[in-house]
């Protein structure tokens, strides 16, 4: 018995390195901007789900064209909210050379000395990054990030199963849509439905907003079906929920599965942000981490991420290109009349952030 | 009274198997849901052979089952041999209740008491990063060892000794004694505890969600997946591993049944 | 040394030394992080912010506690019945039970989703006859059913276990002395099955009330269970370590005392693993 599953298991590890075979590399011609002077290392990449084009359905698999590039090899993990990050890199338990946190939480992680400075100058695509994503406010002085997505909240419904709704974040709340609404399962982006519906700052500093928050998404948690971060795709293509905020890009994702689906920017205004890619503290293949990013960069590589991910993309080259599928799409790049009063999430002070966070906790308690 | 008993068998049997069929249904699904069956394709299967991060992580969970359950093995039977020898009954009633204590807690519990252990050394030498693939490991030995132990334990336990005195009497040394007449008796209980070892180091998630670095096995990886939208291929590498098992199982059975009815006794 | 005993205490020393440092000291620095602050000062103010997970507790608990009993309520019978088929039938039922748990729980579990789901598969049954859709997905029931799913193996295996070792001439006498098929069980049958039925429990409940998986696919993440409280407040950050090791030495506690209960009414008799 023991001899057959250990020739079993030996079969499978076999078949596991034969593989391989099945991805055919694109023909990118950047042979001679990278070196191999780093093959055999290893690059240890921390991203979100679903944030880099991977092969399948016939695109662009970038890790793997990336280690034929340079020899290197991409360990590439996944996280699915900011703090869940955030938790991983300061427990010390793993290392990283590449980071993708969002706008407040390359703040708190700066404020925190635990980033590294990225020589921009080494990055010869850096040029292509647009110059209104540039030293915003989490880095002034552009040194610590490479702007990778931007994009903004909304809300996504069914409309073969509910009528549009008022264009506000109160649709959450509705009676309505009992057993088929969905918020956030992340606290700052699921406070943040309930602060802009009383109209309160997402950076508020007071207490007091904090709870009234809190007890309005109490209200509504009886109405709603559950709390929910990726798994909003299955809920909403196949019409298992009807109505749910979420991330612009996510929603044209989902389009192409579901052409019943539309997408609103509620009144009260909403959240927009931006995910850069970082170098953190613990780095080990700093070199490498930047030939990374330089590749992200890349006009062919960032078009097929920016495809596939399907959020806004910083880079003027992709931006500009009238052959990318979502060129000048209405719902990624809106008008400046069309959005009204975005605001960003900035890095808030520690008693705060820990009310939140207690207050989260209470809300799933509650 | 008797079509009753057999109904009710076949019930729960449906009841155990109602995802397990879902699932291998899903796995054959031309579009990409797991929840609306568009059509009959092989996609997923071809689909499976460029999937490295899945096949990656297949490798790596078969890697630390097989070390795993190796070393626990060897450890495990090491260990049930010194228990047995071990002169105070308080010492030996101490060993085992600490060796109870991975198989009685939550794995929950034991998994952040592992990832606590690991981090609070890494910190406390100022290592750049606490888990890695030896944690990790060390992680799966842990939970393993107990299992050996019980599975071996008594049956040492039950060993006629006389054989082994005999042998002791005939001029072997205590070493060589122990692997000529101990160790063919209690091989298939040592094999018992190997299989169970390696069974739940491959199926464990709760553990090693709290203890895996970079080194992530197919569980972990699966969750990862569960947390978004699961494609059918994740169905179909299930699927396949279904169907090894499945038939691993068979052979297993019918070889046993065969030497019972050779031997002709009944279990 | 006792020439009777064939070992020497000297090779089960590599255990001992890994059993303390990856069993008991992982304990000790839990329960050090449970009795400090995020700065490493002495306190017993975790302990007092207990009150807020009265609710997950309780939650748990009763979850946990419905399960074991469903689970009991359907293994016993079919342990039972399985006892009472042809040996080479036994084994393959056997077989059968065991072989989804070669399979991974988190896709087991995930499954159940496409069959409980508004648009999942009962509920278009049902739809063909005009009813429905019934809630059935994201609700205690899902959650139980979940874990009832997921460990009845557990259950069966050991009470089949110590089903099958009793001796029939047991039975046999008893028949013989007058009693009916429903006394041999009450009598015979059900004490002697005890040490299965006692660690089946425990196999069943120790996972149930600790899972923070099940509740979170076929829950709807809308209540936390324990374990998802440990879980939320391990991945927020290093300055809730604390407070989550309370969490799960409380949890640890609450498994030793129900263990220990459970094991009482096994009387002496060792349990069967």
């Given at each position: 018995?023991?001899k057959?599953?250990?020739a079993?298991?030996?079969?499978l590890?076999?078949?596991?390195?034969?593989?391989?075979c099945?991805?055919e590399?694109?023909?990118?011609?950047?042979?001679?901007?990278?070196?191999?002077?780093?093959?055999?290392?290893?690059?240890?990449?921390?991203?979100?789900?679903?944030?880099?084009?991977?092969?399948?359905?016939?695109?662009?698999?970038?890790?793997?064209?990336f280690?034929r590039?340079?020899?290197?090899?991409?360990?590439y993990?996944?996280?699915?909210?900011?703090?869940?990050?955030?938790?991983?890199?300061k427990?010390?338990g793993?290392?990283?050379?590449?980071?993708?946190?969002?706008?407040?939480m390359?703040?708190r992680?700066?404020?925190?000395?635990?980033?590294?400075?990225?020589?921009?100058?080494?990055?010869?695509?850096?040029?292509?990054?647009?110059d209104?994503?540039?030293?915003?406010?989490?880095?002034?002085?552009?040194?610590?990030?490479?702007?990778?997505?931007?994009?903004?909240?909304?809300?996504?419904?069914?409309s073969?199963?509910?009528?549009?709704?008022?264009?506000?974040?109160k649709?959450?709340?509705?009676?309505?849509?009992?057993?088929?609404?969905?918020?956030?399962?992340?606290?700052?982006?699921?406070?943040?439905?309930?602060?802009?519906l009383?109209g309160?700052?997402?950076?508020?500093?007071?207490?007091d907003?904090?709870?009234?928050a809190?007890e309005?998404?109490?209200?509504?948690?009886?109405?709603?079906?559950?709390?929910?971060?990726?798994?909003?795709?299955?809920?909403?293509?196949?019409?298992?929920?009807?109505?749910?905020?979420?991330?612009?890009?996510?929603?044209?994702?989902?389009?192409?599965?579901?052409?019943?689906?539309?997408?609103?920017?509620?009144?009260?205004?909403?959240?927009?942000?931006i995910?850069s890619i970082?170098?953190?503290k613990?780095?080990?293949?700093?070199?490498a981490?930047?030939?990374?990013i330089?590749?992200?960069?890349?006009?062919?590589i960032?078009?097929?991420?920016?495809?596939?991910?399907?959020?806004?993309t910083?880079?003027?080259?992709?931006?500009?290109?009238?052959?990318?599928?979502?060129?000048?799409?209405?719902?990624?790049?809106?008008?400046?009349?069309?959005?009204?009063?975005?605001?960003?999430?900035?890095?808030?002070?520690?008693?705060?952030?820990?009310?939140?966070?207690?207050?989260?906790l209470?809300?799933?308690?509650? | 009274m008797?079509?009753l008993?057999?109904?009710?068998?076949?019930?729960i049997?449906?009841?155990?198997y109602a995802?397990v069929?879902?699932m291998?249904?899903f796995?054959?699904?031309?579009?990409?849901?797991?929840?609306?069956?568009?059509?009959?394709?092989?996609?997923?299967?071809?689909?499976?052979?460029?999937?490295?991060?899945?096949?990656t992580?297949?490798?790596?969970?078969?890697?630390?089952?097989?070390?795993?359950?190796?070393?626990?093995?060897?450890?495990?039977?090491?260990?049930s041999?010194?228990?047995l020898?071990?002169r105070?009954?308080?010492?030996?009633?101490?060993?085992?209740?600490?060796t109870?204590?991975p198989?009685m807690?939550?794995?929950?519990?034991?998994?952040?008491?592992l990832?606590?252990?690991?981090v609070?050394?890494?910190?406390?030498?100022?290592?750049?990063e606490?888990?890695g693939f030896?944690?990790?490991?060390a992680?799966?030995?842990?939970?393993?060892?107990?299992?050996v132990?019980?599975?071996?334990?008594?049956?040492?336990?039950?060993?006629?000794?006389?054989?082994?005195?005999?042998?002791l009497?005939?001029?072997?040394?205590?070493?060589?004694?122990?692997?000529?007449?101990?160790?063919?008796?209690?091989?298939?209980?040592?094999f018992?505890?190997?299989?169970?070892?390696f069974t739940?180091?491959l199926?464990?998630?709760?553990?090693?969600y709290?203890?895996?670095?970079?080194?992530?096995?197919?569980?972990?990886v699966?969750?990862?997946?569960?947390?978004?939208?699961?494609a059918?291929?994740?169905?179909?590498?299930?699927?396949?591993?279904?169907?090894?098992?499945f038939?691993?199982?068979?052979?297993y059975?019918?070889?046993q049944?065969?030497?019972?009815?050779?031997?002709?006794?009944?279990? | 040394?006792?020439?009777k005993?064939?070992?020497s205490?000297?090779?089960?020393?590599?255990?001992?030394?890994?059993?303390?440092?990856?069993?008991?000291?992982p304990?000790?620095?839990?329960?050090y992080?449970?009795?400090?602050?995020?700065?490493?000062?002495f306190?017993?103010?975790?302990?007092?912010q207990i009150?807020?997970?009265?609710?997950?507790?309780?939650?748990?608990v009763?979850?946990?506690?419905?399960?074991?009993?469903?689970?009991?309520l359907?293994?016993?019978?079919?342990?039972?019945?399985?006892?009472?088929?042809?040996?080479?039938?036994?084994?393959?039922?056997m077989?059968?039970?065991?072989?989804?748990?070669?399979?991974?729980?988190?896709i087991?579990?995930?499954?159940?989703?496409?069959?409980?789901?508004n648009?999942?598969?009962?509920?278009?049954?049902l739809?063909l006859?005009?009813?429905?859709?019934?809630q059935?997905?994201?609700?205690?029931?899902?959650?139980?059913?979940?874990?009832?799913?997921?460990?009845?193996p557990?259950?069966?295996l050991?009470?089949?276990t110590?089903?099958?070792?009793?001796?029939?001439?047991?039975?046999?006498?008893a028949s013989?002395?007058?009693?009916?098929s429903?006394?041999?069980i009450?009598?015979v049958?059900?004490?002697?099955?005890l040490?299965?039925?006692?660690?089946?429990?425990?196999?069943?409940f120790?996972?149930?009330?600790?899972?923070?998986?099940i509740?979170?696919?076929l829950?709807?993440?809308?209540?936390?269970?324990?374990?998802?409280?440990?879980e939320?407040?391990?991945?927020?950050?290093?300055?809730?370590?604390?407070?989550?090791s309370?969490?799960?030495?409380?949890?640890?506690?609450?498994?030793?005392?129900?263990?220990?209960?459970?094991?009482?009414?096994?009387?002496?008799?060792?349990?069967?693993?």
């Amino acid at each position: 018995m023991f001899k057959k599953i250990l020739a079993i298991s030996l079969c499978l590890v076999l078949c596991a390195s034969l593989c391989g075979c099945g991805y055919e590399y694109f023909d990118l011609d950047l042979e001679s901007t990278y070196t191999r002077e780093f093959a055999g290392t290893e690059l240890n990449v921390y991203n979100w789900g679903e944030y880099i084009s991977d092969g399948s359905e016939g695109c662009m698999d970038v890790n793997r064209e990336f280690e034929r590039l340079t020899g290197i090899k991409v360990n590439y993990t996944t996280f699915e909210s900011n703090e869940t990050m955030y938790s991983q890199l300061k427990n010390g338990g793993v290392s990283y050379d590449i980071i993708v946190p969002s706008d407040y939480m390359i703040a708190r992680l700066k404020s925190e000395d635990m980033l590294t400075k990225i020589d921009t100058s080494a990055l010869s695509n850096y040029k292509y990054i647009d110059d209104s994503y540039k030293g915003l406010y989490f880095d002034e002085t552009e040194e610590y990030t490479v702007p990778y997505n931007v994009g903004m909240v909304g809300i996504i419904y069914n409309s073969a199963l509910i009528d549009e709704p008022e264009h506000s974040w109160k649709a959450l709340w509705d009676e309505k849509y009992r057993n088929m609404s969905l918020n956030f399962n992340n606290p700052r982006d699921g406070f943040m439905t309930a602060q802009k519906l009383l109209g309160y700052s997402v950076n508020s500093t007071n207490l007091d907003e904090w709870d009234k928050a809190c007890e309005l998404l109490k209200d509504g948690k009886d109405v709603l079906q559950s709390y929910v971060m990726d798994e909003i795709y299955g809920k909403l293509e196949t019409g298992e929920a009807a109505i749910g905020p979420y991330y612009a890009g996510d929603y044209l994702v989902m389009l192409e599965v579901n052409p019943n689906l539309r997408f609103f920017y509620p009144e009260e205004g909403t959240n927009i942000f931006i995910d850069s890619i970082c170098i953190p503290k613990c780095v080990e293949n700093y070199e490498a981490a930047l030939a990374y990013i330089n590749f992200l960069l890349e006009p062919d590589i960032a078009l097929a991420n920016a495809e596939y991910i399907g959020y806004a993309t910083p880079h003027t080259a992709v931006m500009n290109n009238p052959d990318y599928c979502y060129y000048q799409d209405e719902i990624l790049y809106p008008k400046e009349e069309d959005i009204p009063n975005v605001e960003y999430y900035h890095d808030i002070p520690e008693s705060v952030r820990m009310h939140y966070e207690n207050l989260w906790l209470d809300l799933k308690l509650y | 009274m008797k079509t009753l008993s057999r109904i009710y068998v076949a019930l729960i049997l449906v009841f155990l198997y109602a995802p397990v069929a879902v699932m291998i249904l899903f796995s054959f699904n031309s579009g990409g849901s797991v929840w609306v069956f568009e059509g009959f394709s092989l996609d997923w299967y071809k689909g499976l052979a460029t999937n490295t991060s899945m096949l990656t992580a297949l490798q790596h969970t078969l890697i630390i089952a097989v070390l795993s359950a190796l070393i626990s093995t060897v450890m495990g039977t090491a260990a049930s041999v010194g228990i047995l020898a071990l002169r105070k009954k308080i010492s030996r009633s101490a060993v085992m209740s600490v060796t109870n204590i991975p198989m009685m807690n939550a794995d929950i519990v034991t998994g952040i008491s592992l990832m606590l252990l690991f981090v609070f050394v890494g910190n406390l030498f100022g290592l750049n990063e606490s888990l890695g693939f030896f944690t990790f490991l060390a992680a799966h030995i842990t939970f393993n060892l107990p299992y050996v132990i019980l599975s071996v334990l008594p049956r040492l336990r039950a060993t006629d000794m006389s054989l082994h005195e005999a042998a002791l009497d005939l001029g072997c040394t205590p070493v060589s004694a122990f692997f000529k007449v101990i160790l063919p008796s209690i091989s298939t209980s040592i094999f018992t505890g190997a299989i169970m070892a390696f069974t739940l180091s491959l199926d464990d998630f709760v553990i090693s969600y709290f203890t895996c670095g970079h080194y992530q096995t197919l569980p972990i990886v699966i969750y990862n997946m569960t947390k978004k939208t699961v494609a059918p291929d994740v169905y179909a590498l299930s699927t396949l591993i279904f169907l090894c098992v499945f038939v691993l199982l068979i052979l297993y059975n019918t070889l046993q049944s065969k030497s019972d009815s050779r031997r002709g006794f009944n279990v | 040394m006792n020439k009777k005993s064939f070992g020497s205490r000297i090779v089960a020393a590599p255990y001992i030394v890994w059993a303390a440092i990856f069993i008991v000291v992982p304990l000790v620095i839990m329960v050090y992080f449970a009795l400090t602050d995020s700065n490493g000062a002495f306190t017993l103010a975790n302990f007092a912010q207990i009150g807020k997970f009265k609710k997950a507790f309780g939650l748990s608990v009763l979850y946990a506690v419905i399960a074991t009993i469903i689970t009991l309520l359907l293994a016993y019978p079919m342990a039972y019945y399985m006892t009472k088929l042809k040996i080479s039938s036994q084994r393959m039922i056997m077989m059968l039970i065991m072989l989804p748990m070669w399979m991974n729980f988190l896709i087991r579990t995930y499954s159940w989703i496409t069959i409980l789901a508004n648009t999942g598969l009962i509920n278009k049954f049902l739809s063909l006859f005009g009813i429905g859709p019934l809630q059935l997905i994201n609700t205690p029931g899902a959650v139980i059913l979940g874990m009832v799913y997921d460990f009845i193996p557990y259950m069966i295996l050991p009470i089949y276990t110590a089903m099958s070792k009793i001796d029939n001439s047991l039975l046999e006498a008893a028949s013989d002395l007058g009693s009916n098929s429903l006394s041999r069980i009450r009598r015979v049958i059900m004490p002697l099955s005890l040490p299965g039925v006692i660690s089946g429990i425990t196999m069943v409940f120790v996972p149930s009330v600790s899972t923070f998986y099940i509740s979170q696919k076929l829950g709807g993440n809308k209540t936390l269970l324990i374990g998802d409280a440990i879980e939320y407040l391990f991945n927020t950050g290093p300055q809730y370590y604390n407070i989550a090791s309370t969490l799960s030495l409380i949890l640890m506690v609450l498994i030793l005392i129900s263990t220990l209960i459970m094991n009482k009414f096994g009387d002496d008799e060792e349990v069967v693993i």
